[in-house]
């Protein structure tokens, strides 16, 4: 069954935005959108649901390392609850603790200087994000599937 998940980096200037190939395989990084107005953020994902087919919305949350919502997380929520409600789509959310930290490092590994990259970083981490998610998402039926064999 084809997969279409947005995979979204949520910053209080910018959003890293990421998708997927049908299968649900890999993630990557499509572009990042300067953040001016809520109406214009929703018209630019919009866009990007109708044009992909977009299924579901996943949500890198900023866990503090306790494991606990934070204001930041609690902003972001309340953010992609409304965004999510005007595209009708379900939200499903993704610890993203460190991603940022592991999209520069990634960056620095290719050979690409993440200073004045925050667009790339946005995008890369977006697609960490999305990539953690479809990851979970096939284990935990390789798993159902394993459970269902016996």
């Given at each position: 069954m084809p997969i279409s998940a947005l995979g979204l980096d949520v910053g209080k200037k910018r959003i890293g935005v990421a998708g997927c190939d049908g299968t649900g395989l890999i993630a990557f990084?499509?572009?990042?959108?300067?953040?001016?107005?809520?109406?214009?953020?929703?018209?630019?994902?919009?866009?990007?649901v109708t044009d992909r087919q977009v299924s579901v919305l996943v949500v890198g949350l900023p866990y503090a390392m306790d494991g606990s919502l934070g204001s930041q997380a609690l902003q972001i929520?309340?953010?992609?609850?409304?965004?999510?409600?005007?595209?009708?789509?379900?939200?499903e959310y993704v610890d993203e603790r460190l991603t940022s930290f592991e999209?520069?490092?990634?960056?620095?590994?290719?050979?690409?200087?993440?200073?004045?990259?925050?667009?790339?970083?946005?995008?890369?981490?977006?697609?960490?994000?999305?990539?953690?998610?479809?990851?979970?998402?096939r284990s935990s039926k390789h798993s159902a599937s394993v459970c269902n064999e016996n």
């Open positions: 990084g499509i572009e990042t959108i300067e953040h001016r107005s809520f109406n214009a953020t929703l018209e630019q994902l919009q866009y990007l929520q309340k953010f992609t609850i409304a965004i999510a409600s005007k595209l009708n789509l379900p939200v999209a520069k490092e990634m960056l620095k590994a290719e050979g690409i200087p993440a200073t004045r990259q925050k667009g790339l970083i946005d995008r890369k981490a977006a697609a960490i994000i999305l990539q953690q998610w479809l990851d979970e998402r």
